[in-house]
């Protein structure tokens, strides 16, 4: 009876080996799959376009040489460089994009749901942070200046301001061909339809007419 148990034991083991094993794809299964934008088939991606039809411009962005237009209410710009840019990046799991800052500008708080960020510093000081999740909420801030680099984890909310007296240039590097953004703001106060006025109140634990007046500016 203890050896069949046993048997038991290692095949439930060994089955569970294997679900791990082949329950994904550790790599790429071709060379490339070239994002279809046009395909009328929904996948969680894009469709593969014929291999056939790939040409080299499908690998290629240009323009991350150009400043961004920072005259806005965040005081920055952020310029991606995703699988939308280049429809090459599908399935590769990276993307990039270029921010810039205007003299105090911010990259307001926010979270990429899909993937951990990594910037750069190529001019100008950075002031960075993220918050860590419930309930320790713990914040790790630190300035940066060119050349830096800093981590912020997925998920995580964090945030960039410039620090110094010019304009700051950084470069992200995202570990998700579409890392999405949500920006905490703009979520909370702009969505569509609003989130009822009197719910914010008592989740921030202030007056609802300080909530109209935040929504009425998103």
């Known amino acids: 009876?203890?050896?069949s148990s046993s048997s038991f034991r290692?095949?439930?083991?060994w089955l569970l080996c294997c679900s791990i094993a082949f329950g994904s794809d550790p790599s790429p299964l071709q060379d490339f799959?070239?994002?279809d934008t046009k395909s009328p088939v929904m996948v969680n991606g894009f469709v593969c376009k014929d291999p056939k039809l790939v040409?080299?411009?499908?690998?290629?962005?240009?323009g991350l040489h150009l400043v961004g237009n920072?005259?806005?209410?965040?005081?920055?710009?952020v310029t991606p460089v995703a699988v939308a840019q280049i429809?090459?990046?599908?399935?590769?799991?990276i993307s990039l994009a270029r921010v810039d800052y205007a003299p105090w500008g911010i990259n307001p708080p926010h979270t990429h749901p899909r993937a951990t960020e990594i910037l750069t510093v190529i001019e100008g000081t950075l002031q960075v942070g993220f918050v860590t999740s419930n309930p320790e909420n713990r914040l790790f801030m630190k300035v940066l200046q060119k050349g830096d680099v800093f981590v912020f984890p997925e998920g995580l909310i964090h945030f960039q301001r410039?620090?110094?007296?010019g304009n700051a240039v950084a470069i992200a590097a995202l570990s998700s061909q579409n890392p999405g953004a949500i920006t905490i703001a703009n979520a909370v106060f702009g969505s569509e339809p609003a989130i009822p006025s009197d719910?914010?109140?008592k989740a921030f634990q202030v007056d609802g007419k300080i909530i109209d007046q935040i929504q009425s500016k998103f």
């Open 10 to 13: 290692i095949l439930c083991i």
């Open 55 to 62: 040409q080299k411009n499908d690998f290629f962005f240009s």
């Open 199 to 201: 719910l914010l109140a």
């Open 87 to 93: 429809p090459g990046l599908n399935t590769l799991g």
């Open 33 to 35: 799959c070239v994002a």
């Open 70 to 77: 920072t005259s806005n209410a965040v005081g920055s710009r």
């Open 162 to 165: 410039n620090v110094g007296y």
């Open 1 to 3: 009876m203890a050896s």
